[in-house]
């Protein structure tokens, strides 16, 4: 066989073993999620080999929906480790046999501690699927290694279980992205939900000037700032804007300009933004109303800044 067709009978045995699995979830399952959801502690995760790799993904996945959760490596449980774990923890025991010596062997420690504990196997009459409190079964018919051996569907079907663990999870905590957002700072998702206007908005020698102030002194603030904005204000209070089509307007249709004001040219109550804004709300403000600036208003409506979408972030 070529190399694509082995990629596609591959997959598509891999995805027949997850289906499979999801037709045999049952109300243990139920039972597991109140169980951690109830939780007072963390749920700590371990498993050996690739069950523990998968492991780390599976506390990974949790730590960072809304499950406080860690991952530690059975053999160093057995000098030192278990110090790490309390009463009010859970344990998550991840075994596809069930039979893992250095897993099984933690059994009767966590029992004394008072620990609940939740297995996935492979096989729920295996010693570790018997001594659990909950056992959830991710059993596959057989690994897609061609000698049946590599760790291959089984490990997909448990890391597909502990997804489904995570999501479940997420559902019953109403877990939202601004949540998810606070645990993933440093990502694309964590800066736009978390950075706001007041983060990025010019806020230093903003263009500002006076009602009264003349058309000079209006167009020389304008040239001073680069921004091709003057704010009218009084007193932190916006009155309104001047942008240079409404200096050009002025010049058009009015005779002479010795005497002209800002108040005169101005645009009254112009767009403005609130500083407490999500950026990915400000964006799309800012695509609906095309303009240089908006100007940013703190909650007590004094203006703190200015922000445009290409300027300033």
């Known amino acids: 066989m070529d190399s694509i067709s082995v990629a596609k009978k591959c997959l598509r045995e891999e995805a027949q073993e997850l289906m499979k699995l999801a037709d045999s979830v049952s109300c243990e399952f139920s039972e ?47 000098h030192g480790d278990l110090g790490m774990i309390v009463p009010q923890d859970m344990v998550l025991l991840l075994s596809y046999s069930g039979e893992t010596a250095e897993i099984c062997s933690l059994l009767r420690p ?23 409190n909950y056992c959830l079964e991710a059993k596959v018919e057989q690994e897609i290694c061609p000698l ?39 990502g694309s998702l964590g800066r736009r939900l978390l950075t706001r206007v007041e983060d990025v908005m010019l806020k230093d020698d903003l263009p500002m000037v006076t009602a009264d102030d003349g058309i000079e002194k209006v167009i020389f603030t304008m040239t001073a700032s680069a921004i091709g904005i003057a704010i009218v204000a009084n007193d932190r209070k916006l009155l309104g804007v001047i942008t240079d089509s409404d200096i050009r307007s002025a010049f ?7 005497d002209v004001q800002a108040k005169d040219i101005m645009t009254p109550q112009p767009k403005t933004i609130l500083a407490s804004t999500q950026i990915s709300q400000a964006r799309e403000f800012i695509k609906e109303n095309p303009c ?18 290409d300027r300033f972030n």
């Open 148 to 186: 049946n051996l590599a760790p291959t569907s089984s490990t997909t079907a448990a890391m597909a279980l502990g997804d489904a663990i995570a999501v479940t999870l997420m559902k019953k905590r109403n877990f939202a992205a601004e949540q998810f957002a606070r645990f993933h700072p440093g």
């Open 32 to 78: 597991a999620i109140d169980a951690i959801y109830g939780c007072q502690g963390r749920l700590i995760v371990l498993g050996m080999g690739k069950s523990g790799l998968v492991g780390k993904k599976i506390a990974a996945t949790l730590a960072s929906t809304g499950t406080p959760s860690f991952f530690i490596h059975p053999g160093e449980a057995f």
């Open 252 to 258: 058009a249709s009015i005779e002479t300009l010795k």
């Open 110 to 132: 966590l029992k004394q501690f008072g620990n609940k504990t939740i297995a996935i196997v492979g096989n729920k009459d295996s010693t570790l699927g018997r001594e659990v």
């Open 292 to 309: 240089r600036a908006l100007v940013v208003l703190d909650d007590n409506e004094n203006i703190v800044g200015l922000y445009g979408r």
